[in-house]
């Protein structure tokens, strides 16, 4: 393994302790950010950062149950907004047609009379 290469092993280490908090790792390496977007470049690393930010993700969720369990309304109304859109838990209705554009879409054409 080259120098490049030991970087970024030990900066996904660190992406990993750090729950992929980019700045924190890099600290920890010695590696400025412009660096690690660098490093960003190479697909095998960059697979390897996105499978980090899942484990991130996965543990956010994991604090989300925690809290639902605990009895927080707060979570759990956060959840059903997020989560729960399919079965009718949304503050807002979205209208959209078949390819995501909104039905019905009016345009009104307003001219100045002091133009015409």
Do not use: W
């Not at 660098?38 to 499978?51: C, H, I, Q, T, W």
């Not at 543990?59 to 959840?79: C, R, V």
């Amino acid at each position: 393994m080259n120098k490049s290469e030991h970087k970024k092993k030990a900066l996904l280490e660190a992406l990993e302790k750090s729950l992929g908090v980019v700045t924190t790792a890099c600290r920890q390496v010695g590696i400025g950010r412009t660096m690690f977007y660098k490093y960003m470049k190479d697909d095998e690393f960059r697979a390897e950062v996105e499978s980090i930010s899942d484990i991130a993700l996965d543990f956010a969720e994991s604090q989300l149950h925690k809290q639902i369990q605990s009895g927080n309304t707060a979570a759990t109304i956060f959840y059903l907004k997020t989560k729960g859109k399919k079965r009718g838990y949304y503050e807002r209705q979205e209208l959209t047609g078949s390819v995501g554009m909104p039905n019905n879409i009016k345009i009104e054409i307003v001219r100045n009379k002091n133009t015409d």
